[in-house]
């Protein structure tokens, strides 16, 4: 699983021109399934974003978790982080996890964080999504977790 996270001083995500997601300072995460992934790789994506230290600490350095700070999640299910770009001018989604698998995997997602994490907000998924943030610093980081073998 793929996580493109962005930290936010605030984000939202509308639908159909309703907000149907929104958070003050935190994490606004693009969240997508590979072809294969299951909910061991989701829990195992969900554990490293929790704890990824992008946050400063006292001295400015960034060593707090959007845990440690209790800021807010807003996980945004995108599936086309799992393009395959390597050739020529139009991406492959092949890599990407077929529609159903993506939904349950991202529901999945979902769940667990919001039973170990207080803030969390979504967008929606398969819908068309317009999101607008800003990227505090910028601090961009690209997660990817695979526990296949």
Known sequence: MIALLQRVTQAKVDVGGATVGAIDAGLMVLVCA???DTEKEADALLTKLLGYRVFADDAGK???????VAGGLLLV???T???DTKSGTRPSFTPAAAPQDGLRLFSHFVEQARSRHASVQTGQFGADMQVSLTNDG???FWLQVSTKQ
């Open 62 to 68: 960034m060593n707090r978790s959007v845990t440690d």
């Open 34 to 36: 590979e072809r294969g």
């Open 81 to 83: 982080l799992a393009a």
């Open 138 to 140: 910028p601090v961009t």
């Open 77 to 79: 299910p995108q599936f």
